[in-house]
């Protein structure tokens, strides 16, 4: 299974500031995840990130609010533009596995203040 | 379009008593389904995984799923709980193609209690 890492682990910010997480994965992979945990809440796919080419984003997600990089086959990250406390969630990066499976970071945990 | 319920948004049982957490799903095609559990202040892992082999599956920590395509269910159970399978329960789905989108259920947070 892929190790995945994020940082940072947590952060609070204020609001109309930007915060970008950054996803390590420890293997070369495709598509990398992002996904949004509201409090209390199940996982909402954010967007699919391909390397070398334009995020996809889900219904309800554009990439002016939530800009997202993928330099390398290894490396993804997420910003979370002009932030209002609605945004305070738990930030997740997945990526596939060999069975569909999907293997997960630890989570960046967003407050916004 | 594929969909995932989970019956019960909290369960909470005895230390040693059975863990059952309800999944049902809506597909329009055989599906792959997953059970993944979150302990606080960490991210999701993987508990089993269904891919259209054995019914029954078997995974980690002593937890294991059924599925059964004529009530489309694939229900977690365990047989003992222990005070450390506390935790968020998540159930879902995606479909056999080389790349579909996963669905999540709501979750349900299982409680132990001693």
């Known amino acids: 299974s892929a190790v995945i890492s994020q940082k940072p682990s947590r952060d609070i910010c204020q609001r109309g500031t930007s915060l970008t997480i950054q996803c390590q994965v420890d293997?070369?992979?495709?598509?990398m995840f992002w996904y949004r945990q509201q409090p209390g809440q199940s996982l909402t796919l954010i967007a699919t990130?391909?390397?070398?080419?334009?995020?996809?984003?889900e219904s309800g997600f554009v990439i002016d609010k939530f800009p997202i990089s993928r330099p390398n086959l290894t490396f993804s990250t997420l910003t979370v533009s002009n932030m209002s406390p609605e945004d305070s969630s738990i930030y997740l990066c997945?990526?596939?596995?060999?069975?569909?499976?999907?293997?997960f970071g630890p989570g960046t945990r967003l407050t916004v203040t | 379009a594929q969909s995932v319920t989970q019956l019960g948004s909290h369960v909470s049982v005895s230390e040693g008593a059975l863990v059952l957490l309800r999944c049902n799903y809506s597909?329009?095609?055989?599906?792959?389904l997953f059970w993944y559990v979150q302990y606080p202040n960490q991210g999701l892992q993987l508990l089993l995984k269904?891919?259209?082999?054995?019914?029954l599956v078997k995974g980690i920590n002593g937890f294991e799923a059924e599925f059964k395509k004529s009530e489309t269910s694939f229900h977690l159970t365990k047989p003992s709980a222990h005070m450390s399978d506390a935790a968020e329960y998540f159930c879902?789905?995606?479909?056999?193609?080389?790349?579909?989108?996963?669905?999540f259920g709501p979750g349900t947070s299982l409680s132990v209690i001693p």
């Open positions: 269904y891919t259209s082999a054995a019914t």
């Open positions: 990130a391909n390397q070398g080419s334009e995020a996809t984003y």
């Open positions: 879902a789905v995606t479909l056999k193609t080389s790349y579909d989108k996963v669905i």
């Open positions: 997945s990526v596939d596995g060999p069975g569909s499976e999907q293997y």
């Open positions: 597909s329009s095609v055989p599906p792959y």
């Open positions: 293997s070369q992979v495709t598509m």
